[in-house]
């Protein structure tokens, strides 16, 4: 399994930015799907999170710019960021919590290489 993070560049203040995270290999479902942010010289934090049954949870720093969704079809899920701001500039990293098999009961965490997001004039 594979996580791919795309969608990431440089943007001015105020403007909007989507990322994608596809997932790819042999895999059941994705249960959680997330993503994280590591500013610079900072500790990697979450930024949304979207279970399998529609739940999200927003960091505070976030709520009402950022939103996150997915695409069942095609594997995968995306982070809309609106109104970004120069605290925004991070590497964004995806995250999926997946199951791998119907017979397999648990979840297994895999990572995208992250992509970085840069909020600057």
């Known amino acids: 399994v594979q996580l791919q993070a795309s969608g990431g560049g440089l943007v001015q203040p105020g403007g909007n930015l989507t990322l994608s995270c596809a997932a790819s290999?042999?895999?059941?479902?994705?249960?959680?799907m997330s993503w994280y942010r590591q500013p610079p010289g900072k500790q990697r934090e979450l930024v949304a999170l979207?279970?399998?049954?529609?739940?999200?949870n927003y960091g505070n720093s976030v709520k009402g710019r950022f939103t996150i969704s997915r695409d069942n079809a095609k594997n995968t899920f995306s982070l809309q960021m609106r109104g970004l701001k120069p605290e925004d500039t991070a590497v964004y990293y995806c995250?999926?919590?997946?199951?791998?098999?119907?017979?397999?009961?648990?979840?297994?965490?895999?990572w995208g290489q992250g992509t970085q997001v840069t909020v600057s004039s």
């Open positions: 995250r999926g919590s997946i199951v791998l098999s119907s017979t397999t009961p648990g979840l297994t965490d895999y």
């Open positions: 290999g042999r895999f059941y479902s994705i249960n959680i």
């Open positions: 979207l279970t399998s049954v529609g739940t999200t």
